[in-house]
């Protein structure tokens, strides 16, 4: 069964988060693909009081080992370079969550 990984990202700021949202479609979500990931979703969620500005990536994976060997090898330097460009100094959170779909249906 997949295995999702999923990032909700909030921000303070209408143009961090665009940048933000740019610089997944510039590369980063293409490398999370090309780490090993078979698909993503990115989507801008409604917004609510307590989150204004919220963003979802979700990435699915073939199963948890080819997202642990994601973690192991691309993670790393996806993850710094991500931090280097939108550090919470920017306003920036982000909640990373682990699953295994349990049941998925194509339409």
């Given at each position: 069964?997949?295995?999702?990984?999923t990032?909700?990202?909030?921000?303070?700021?209408?143009?961090?988060a665009?940048?933000?949202?740019?610089?997944?479609?510039?590369g980063?979500?293409?490398?999370?693909?090309?780490?090993?990931?078979?698909?993503?979703?990115?989507v801008?969620?409604?917004?609510?009081?307590?989150?204004?500005?919220?963003f979802?990536?979700r990435?699915l994976?073939?199963?948890?080992?080819?997202?642990?060997?994601?973690?192991?090898?691309?993670?790393?330097?996806?993850?710094?370079?991500?931090?280097?460009?939108?550090?919470?100094?920017?306003g920036?959170?982000?909640?990373r969550?682990?699953?295994?779909?349990?049941?998925?249906?194509?339409g």
């Amino acid at each position: 069964m997949s295995f999702a990984y999923t990032v909700i990202a909030d921000f303070d700021s209408p143009q961090v988060a665009g940048d933000w949202v740019a610089w997944l479609k510039d590369g980063h979500l293409q490398a999370v693909l090309d780490g090993g990931a078979r698909s993503v979703d990115l989507v801008r969620l409604e917004p609510t009081a307590e989150h204004p500005l919220r963003f979802e990536a979700r990435y699915l994976f073939a199963d948890l080992p080819t997202f642990q060997r994601y973690e192991q090898t691309a993670a790393p330097r996806l993850r710094a370079d991500g931090l280097a460009r939108f550090p919470p100094s920017r306003g920036v959170r982000l909640t990373r969550v682990l699953g295994e779909v349990l049941e998925r249906l194509p339409g």
